[in-house]
């Protein structure tokens, strides 16, 4: 079983709808959580990260994580074509040199 | 800044050939990483430096050798590469907080290297 685990999709949706994005994860000792926007052909760029539980916004974007289920989330809402990329979750131990990824969900918005 | 380059951005190899793919950061970061992204598998990682001079393995080292002589540079080594390593090739850097909390969630990724191996 993969430390992390996310659907790779993948999801289209029309312009201006709000898309969820989630992951799941096994290690209980993980306490950063990210999420990693990729563009086709370019390198991961950090979206979010947030420590713990707990939701945080950055204007459509808003990450949520529940530690007691393993399961985070990213919200996008108003979304557009301009987000159309590959969605990769990422986590941590607190201290830890490397980064656990989820195995990234394609995310199409359509015009 | 330029922050994380990557050379070459594409190559390919026939079985048994050797090749160094240079990642370089002018960000002064401590910690680089090396790491392969294969479809359905996600990003995995393959060595990593916490440091000028050190390195340590990660996920999935076999295969591959590096080296980091210089801060600013981390050198991903194939010294007998195989079909199996065909893949695209990310770099990372990050870096420690004053305080001394590592902020491993930072990492910033190069563009990217496609390698095939025939």
């Known amino acids: 079983q993969k430390e992390v685990e996310q659907d790779p999709g993948p999801l289209s949706v029309p312009e201006g709808a709000i898309v969820s994005l989630n992951c799941t994860y096994s290690?209980?000792?993980?306490?950063?959580f990210m999420w990693y926007r990729q563009y086709s052909r370019k390198g991961p760029e950090l979206l979010m990260y947030?420590?713990?539980?707990g939701n945080k916004e950055d204007g459509r974007f808003t990450a949520q994580v529940d530690k007691s289920s393993k399961y985070i989330s990213l919200f996008i809402r108003d979304s557009q074509p301009s987000d159309s990329a590959t969605y990769l979750c990422a986590m941590s131990v607190a201290g830890a040199n490397n980064l656990f990824f989820g195995t990234g969900t394609r995310l199409t918005v359509i015009p | 800044n330029a922050g994380v380059t990557q050379t070459p951005k594409f190559r390919v190899l026939k079985t048994g050939q050797s090749m160094t793919l240079l990642c370089a950061q002018d960000m002064n970061h401590e910690y680089m990483y090396w790491y392969r992204q294969d479809p359905g598998m996600g990003l995995r990682l393959i060595h990593y430096?916490?440091?000028?001079?050190?390195?340590a393995k990660g996920e999935v080292p076999d295969g591959y050798n590096v080296s980091r002589l210089k801060k600013q540079n981390f050198l991903l080594g194939l010294e007998s590469a195989a079909p199996s390593q065909t893949s695209v090739y990310f770099c990372?850097?990050?870096?420690?907080?004053?305080?001394?909390?590592?902020?491993?969630?930072?990492?910033?990724f190069g563009p990217g290297t496609r390698l095939t191996v025939t």
């Open positions: 947030t420590y713990s539980s």
């Open positions: 990372a850097s990050s870096y420690l907080r004053a305080s001394g909390r590592l902020s491993s969630y930072e990492q910033y």
């Open positions: 290690n209980s000792a993980f306490q950063y």
């Open positions: 430096s916490v440091g000028e001079g050190t390195t």
